[in-house]
């Protein structure tokens, strides 16, 4: 049987194994297709493993719903460090956690030993086409008008900015992120063959510059009710267009993340994490390595 834990940051949940205490017995992609299932399953946007680490406090490996690899994800991180903290493991309110595309610093805010929230360092954004990747053109890529055609088969024009916080975002500020785009058009540009790794994609709508509200449909895993990296992106994305501030709200389906894109270069995400359930799966023979 396969101890689990169900955390959640901003609405944007995954099921957690504790990799230090036990050894993972299954084969992680199938692993995460199986429990992630919100019908026959646990039910998640993805699976996060907690590691040891050679380098850092501690390792997060993710794999999205659909099975596949995630380098980073900024709601999943605060979840690990929660866990990390309140469990002992790393019994220190700043941390260091590596991840698949970098090594992350945290900060926790705590409460007689309980999370309340934590502010992450995100790194420098990528904004070289080549590194993010897409093959738009621009360094950065700002404002590039593509055209796809939409379900309907009608072609339809759209003004897009990307963004790398360790995986592919591509931002569109839009008037209403009605579901005609997150749900059908979200898709169509995640495998669009402009980004050869696919990509994650945001639908803004601009309040003020000090306020924005956002849906993504996140690669691997469909619409999620918040996404880290994404905000992240949405600040970047917003300076460079001129439509917001370097310092926002960012609100998201499940909830506002505070996100600051400072004068050192560097993206800062504050939110919450939550503890939603523990449990046991039983891996199946079929999915056991």
């Given at each position: ?8 940051g901003a609405g944007n949940d995954y099921i ?88 992350l610093s945290l900060e926790l805010q705590a ?179």
């Amino acid at each position: 049987m396969m101890q689990f834990i169900k955390m959640q940051g901003a609405g944007n949940d995954y099921i957690y194994v504790n990799c230090f205490d036990e050894r993972f017995a299954g084969d992680p992609g199938q692993v995460a297709r199986e429990i992630s299932d919100r019908h026959f399953g646990v039910g998640g946007d993805g699976l996060v493993l907690i590691h040891p680490s050679q380098q850092a406090d501690a390792r997060m490996q993710m794999f999205n719903a659909d099975g596949s690899e995630a380098e980073m994800c900024g709601n999943a991180i605060r979840c690990v460090a929660k866990y990390l903290y309140e469990e002992d493991i790393v019994p220190k309110q700043k941390m260091t956690i590596e991840t698949a595309c970098e090594n992350l610093s945290l900060e926790l805010q705590a409460e007689k030993k309980q999370v309340c929230s934590v502010r992450v360092d995100m790194g420098r954004p990528i904004l070289e086409a080549e590194k993010i990747p897409t093959v738009l053109a621009g360094d950065p890529v700002v404002d590039q008008r593509i055209t796809l055609k939409n379900t309907s088969g009608e072609t339809q024009e759209l003004r897009v900015t990307c963004v790398s916080m360790g995986n592919p975002h591509c931002v569109i500020f839009v008037d209403h992120a009605i579901d005609e785009l997150v749900l059908g058009i979200g898709p169509l540009i995640e495998r669009d063959e402009r980004f050869p790794k696919r990509t994650n994609v945001e639908f803004v709508e601009v309040l003020n510059r000090h306020h924005v509200r956002q849906r993504t449909w996140e690669r691997g895993s469909g619409e999620t009710l918040a996404c880290g990296t994404g905000a992240s992106a949405v600040c970047v994305a917003g300076v460079l267009t001129d439509r917001t501030e370097r310092k926002i709200t960012n609100q998201l389906l499940g909830g506002n993340l505070e996100i600051e894109w400072a004068e050192d270069d560097h993206v800062y995400m504050t939110g919450p994490a939550v503890e939603v359930f523990r449990g046991e799966w039983n891996i199946p023979d079929g999915l056991r390595k």
